[in-house]
């Protein structure tokens, strides 16, 4: 089973501790990086598919230099939205996330009200090339529900109860304060 290497965050009160794990959500880390947010994130959330254009512009004007980690943060109102997070993390897991996460934004409107959208999931997985069988299988594992369970119990410790909330240096971001973007991520820089 092959899997993407990547840094996975893990939050102790306010304190950032990273670990090595097989599969994250987690960006990959780079010596340039000067500004890390964490970004909890709801597929089916309209704000957090119009707030990943405003993260689109920050990562084409920063570059290298900022660091973005998303964790699964579905909203119990939106009724899809933690099966797009198993459908996330399982693309993350072929190393497919980012374009995992535009499918899913785009196309929001074609699985957000379906009554089952797993079917919708397996052709954006199929479209960008990735093993269906194994997205399949990995959307239903214990280690992808446990990995989505773990992100909410963490944004719960922190305070999260809005998306998108990020997080840059110790400090939470939510609704109106997020529309000055260049601003955290300038404030956040180590």
């Not at 964490?38 to 993260?55: G, H, P």
């Not at 990562?59 to 943060?73: H, W």
């Not at 529900?145 to 773990?150: F, G, H, L, N, R």
Request: proline content about 2%.
């Amino acid at each position: 089973m092959s899997q993407t290497n990547a840094t996975r965050c893990f939050f102790l009160g306010m304190t950032l501790l990273t670990v090595s794990a097989s599969s994250s959500l987690a960006s990959a880390e780079s010596n340039s990086v000067t500004a890390r947010l964490t970004v909890f994130t709801d597929y089916q959330c309209s704000t957090c598919r119009r707030f990943e254009s405003t993260l689109d512009r920050a990562r084409a004007k920063y570059g290298a230099s900022l660091s973005v980690d998303f964790k699964n943060f579905p909203l119990r109102r939106h009724k899809n939205a933690t099966k797009a997070a198993y459908a996330a993390e399982s693309s993350a897991r072929q190393g497919k996330l980012r374009q995992m996460q535009d499918k899913l934004f785009r196309g929001q409107a074609e699985w957000a009200y379906s009554s089952d959208p797993s079917a919708k999931f397996v052709d954006y997985a199929r479209s960008l090339n990735m093993d269906a069988d194994k997205f399949t299988a990995d959307m239903d594992s214990s280690g992808v529900k446990e990995t989505v369970d773990a992100d909410i119990r963490i944004g719960k410790s922190l305070g999260v109860h809005e998306t998108p909330t990020v997080l840059a240096r110790g400090k939470i971001y939510a609704g109106s304060a997020l529309a000055n973007l260049d601003g955290i991520i300038d404030d956040s820089k180590e």
